[in-house]
């Protein structure tokens, strides 16, 4: 859109460039603010903005009508809201205010800077899409997609990529966020466009949360294994402009055009250098025909109800470009505790144990499960099993709820082949805003398999419904949902539910959002410290206050807690 309308000369030039973020119509401030350092550390190139540019649409009449003018060139975003006051074949608004566009490639003063200018709704179920249409991105994503490229300048996005947080340790997440806000900043068609356009600096904003935060440089490569080397990527969240929270809003560096760079100096990494984190595009250039094979194989998930040598078999293959769980063993158990990854356990009760789950949906996704393999569904528990399970769920609804948060436990029950396997059920918190949209997201995505859920009364159990029968049941609240499943049921359908719930439908495949082995031992750490107060398993593992009877009692005294948490 803005190509051809900017000089040239200099371009060789090193560059010192201003990003603001969103100004909500405060130009005049703005521009009072640049022009004061402009006087003091200038001259500046030119300034760019993400987000929201006006309010009313009414700040900029001074600047057309010539009564005011801009101090510096000014390239702008713009959201949604912006775009009923622009004319998308107009892009010089007035002397020295160029508004961007919605997704593209552009040169400014000899830099090249990419743009995609789309926000989303993150309490959406979906997050819908704003003006953004995958043809526009295809075409931006095939225009450096030639030999010679080696990385752009600047990136600017109104969202976060998708998985930027990946490969950092829980202390080098933002400061002003829990983990459990982690999966609310991210977009993946933002993470596909960061990946292929590899830039040297992104700065974004985001529509639920806007601060300022600097991430650790992460290394590229890793998306294009079989062609050029390139530079490391550093990414910016920059807050509102003028915000009463005292975040960062306006962000000054100096930049050499990438086009000028030789390779020696482009490719130099800081000590503090992290892998490349959007794990969904690593080896992008594998061939057509290699990522059909894989999106066509069964998911690991799926291998835990499989013969041991169809398990074996699968799980050994270890195919480029996709994560596999091996196991040295193929007929350990997936959840007992001997064989169990402990790492990822956050406490061990008397029946049950709480962990951490692989590949969760979110930071906090983590699992209740059966000590031993006897107790392999809900349905068939005693008493004091069903005491104990209760007393879980309470703790961690009180600890989720502290945080802003409900739980959703749902367990998905296959009796296995061959024998009996461990009970466990998975717990995912949501927003607060959500939880009323549980039941009818099961019953949407249900309705593809003509599941049709029946509620618990106060007194009915999961046995009443489905007996001794694989089902599938939910719970948020005090509202409890069981249907008695047949094979037609995916056993990733509980997932794929609570997935697109959160907005987030990219991560119901858990084998795609495994997380590196020292990032799991911090997040499980950071649990554990923070459930401490609500767990009860560390004054005693009894709930019930009674030993169980010896028939009863699935635990062996000398394997009992054997985990130090």
């Known amino acids: 859109m803005l190509e051809g309308l900017h000089d040239l000369v200099g371009e060789m030039e090193k560059k010192k460039i201003l990003v603001c973020g969103q100004l909500n119509g405060k130009i005049d401030l703005i521009y009072k603010q640049v022009s004061a350092i402009q006087s003091k550390h200038g001259p500046f190139t030119c300034l760019l903005c993400i987000g929201q540019f006006f309010e ?132 993946d068609v933002i993470a596909k466009v960061a990946s292929s356009l590899v830039p040297r600096y992104h700065f974004a904003s985001n529509t639920d949360k806007q601060f300022f935060y600097e991430r650790k440089p992460y290394s590229n490569g890793a998306q294009f294994p079989q062609k050029n080397i390139y530079p490391v990527s550093r990414f910016f969240s920059i807050g509102n402009a003028f915000n009463t929270k005292s975040q960062r809003f306006l962000y000054a560096f100096n930049v050499d055009p990438i086009s000028h760079m030789d390779n020696d100096e482009l490719l130099k990494e800081p000590m503090s250098t992290t892998e490349f984190p959007y794990t969904r595009y690593k080896h992008m250039d594998e061939p057509p025909s290699k990522i059909a094979k894989l999106e ?79 107790w392999s569904s809900e349905a068939n528990l005693f008493r004091k099993m069903l005491d104990e399970l209760l007393a879980w769920k309470k703790a961690i609804t009180m ?45 949407e995505e249900g309705g593809q398999y003509r599941v049709r859920f029946k509620t618990l009364e106060i007194l009915d159990t999961v046995r009443d419904v489905a007996g001794f029968d694989p089902y599938i049941a939910f719970q948020v609240n005090n509202t409890k949902c069981v249907y008695r499943v047949d094979s037609r049921i995916p056993f990733h359908f509980g997932r794929t539910v609570l997935a697109n719930l959160l907005g987030v439908p990219e991560r119901s495949d858990w084998k795609a959002c495994v997380q590196p082995r020292a ?31 010896e028939d009863e009692n699935p635990v062996n005294t000398e394997n009992e807690n054997p985990v130090n948490t």
Request: charged share 20%; with cysteine.
């Open 56 to 187: 009313t649409g009414e700040e900029l009449l001074p600047y057309i009508q010539g009564e005011k003018s801009a101090p510096i060139p000014t390239y702008f975003l713009g959201t949604d809201h912006d775009y009923q006051f622009l004319n998308e074949e107009q892009a010089t608004i007035c002397e020295n205010i160029h508004w961007l566009g919605k997704t593209g490639l552009t040169n400014i003063a000899g830099l090249s800077i990419g743009f995609f200018a789309s926000s989303f709704d993150p309490t959406a179920r979906k997050r819908n899409r704003v003006d953004y249409d995958d043809e526009a991105v295809s075409e931006l994503i095939q225009r450096v997609s030639h030999s010679q490229f080696k990385g752009i300048d600047i990136l600017l996005s109104n969202e976060w990529p998708c998985g930027i947080l990946n490969e950092l340790s829980a202390n080098d997440y933002p400061s002003s966020i829990s983990l459990l806000h982690v999966e609310k900043f991210g977009v």
């Open 399 to 443: 600890f989720f709820n502290r945080e802003g948060f409900t739980p959703v436990f749902y367990e998905h029950y296959v009796p296995r082949d061959g024998g009996d396997h461990h009970m466990h059920i998975q717990v995912i918190p949501v927003a607060k805003n959500l939880e009323d949209k549980v039941k009818r997201a099961f019953e």
């Open 296 to 374: 066509g194989s069964p998911s690991v998930q799926s291998t835990r109800f499989m013969s041991n040598e169809e398990s074996a078999k699968y799980l050994g293959s270890n195919r480029k470009g996709t994560k596999l769980i091996h196991r040295e063993n193929p007929d350990a158990c997936w959840f007992c505790l001997e064989d169990a990854e402990k790492h990822l356990i956050v406490t061990v009760g008397q029946y049950f144990y709480i962990a951490l789950a692989k590949g969760g949906i979110n930071p906090y996704h983590c699992l209740i499960v059966s000590i031993l393999h006897k």
């Open 519 to 549: 990032l799991e031992e911090s997040a499980t750490t950071d649990f554990r410290n923070n459930f401490a107060p609500f767990n009860f398993a560390l004054s005693g593992p009894n709930v019930s206050g009674n030993n169980a009877n």
